[in-house]
């Protein structure tokens, strides 16, 4: 917390600021946690206002250079909410910042969703469509009103998500001061950031086995079993395994490169499909 007693409060600078770094959330993307450092990198003017000490900056950094990964319209929505939720915890020493996690974690997900149909797969479309004819007709102007329609909305969308997304956060903080609330409110975003995860688990992860059996001249197909007991069974097994190793500390490339020796090598002997 603030070793002062005034009240920390973010302006027009922070949030213009937090507009415009998020135009860099896919600039610095790896496997292990994606955007992170993008989404920090945005955080930073609003976290030096608000903090004085350099151990809550440290604290307030690590929490923002953990996993993260949305459509990058939607980023200044989610970092709208954060900052106000990051406002409070500097003027609150009760504050949980653990909420502040949860609440990207159940957010991320069905906002990358949103963005991905409307911006990717509608207004791309719908401004292709516009702007074909001209393209077609061999007009300079073509690419660029495609530029016109596309960027005027998507930058009128990162506005708008800085804007109500701060206002936003302020109105759960302060729905939700009573710390039992906010722990309540913290359990449920945990809920359905696993929700989420179960759900990329079961419709990213494609492992299957082709193992059959031929039993007293039945056909007897591993697969199926394990689908009839358990579907997504081996991809909720694979997952469990690397976040166990992902808990001991294994290095990530390691694991990465273990996935693909063992892909190409079960994949050989007929184990995997």
Not at 33 to 59: G, T, V
Not at 149 to 171: D, H, P, S, T, W
Request: proline residues 4%.
């Amino acid at each position: 917390m603030s070793s002062s007693d005034a009240t920390k409060k973010l302006g027009k600078k922070e949030l213009r600021s937090l507009f415009l770094r998020s135009f860099s959330t896919s600039h610095a993307w790896h496997f292990e946690r994606q955007q992170h450092m993008a989404f920090c990198w945005s955080m930073i003017p609003a976290i030096k206002k608000l903090y004085d000490r350099p151990e809550d900056r440290i604290a307030a950094y690590q929490r923002h250079l953990e996993f993260y990964n949305c459509h990058t319209t939607m980023q200044p929505l989610i970092g709208g909410i954060v900052c106000a939720m990051e406002e409070e915890n500097a003027n609150n020493e009760e504050f949980d910042t653990s909420s502040i996690s949860s609440m990207k974690v159940a957010l991320m997900g069905p906002l990358a969703g949103i963005g991905d149909s409307l911006i990717g797969g509608t207004l791309r479309i719908i401004a292709t469509g516009i702007a074909g004819g001209l393209c077609m007709a061999g007009s300079p102007f073509g690419p660029l009103l495609f530029l016109l329609i596309f960027n005027a909305v998507n930058i009128a969308l990162r506005c708008l998500g800085v804007k109500y997304g701060y206002g936003l956060g302020e109105n759960i903080i302060s729905k939700v001061s009573d710390p039992s609330t906010m722990q309540k409110l913290t359990c449920a975003l945990s809920i359905v950031g696993l929700m989420v995860i179960g759900g990329m688990i079961a419709t990213n992860v494609a492992i299957t086995t082709p193992i059959a059996f031929d039993i007293s001249g039945t056909a007897f197909s591993l697969q199926d079993t394990l689908d009839s007991i358990f579907p997504k069974l081996l991809p909720v097994a694979a997952f469990g395994i690397l976040y166990a190793l992902n808990k001991k500390g294994v290095n990530v490339l390691a694991q990465i490169i273990a996935i693909m020796v063992l892909g190409v090598a079960l994949g050989a002997v007929g184990i995997l499909g």
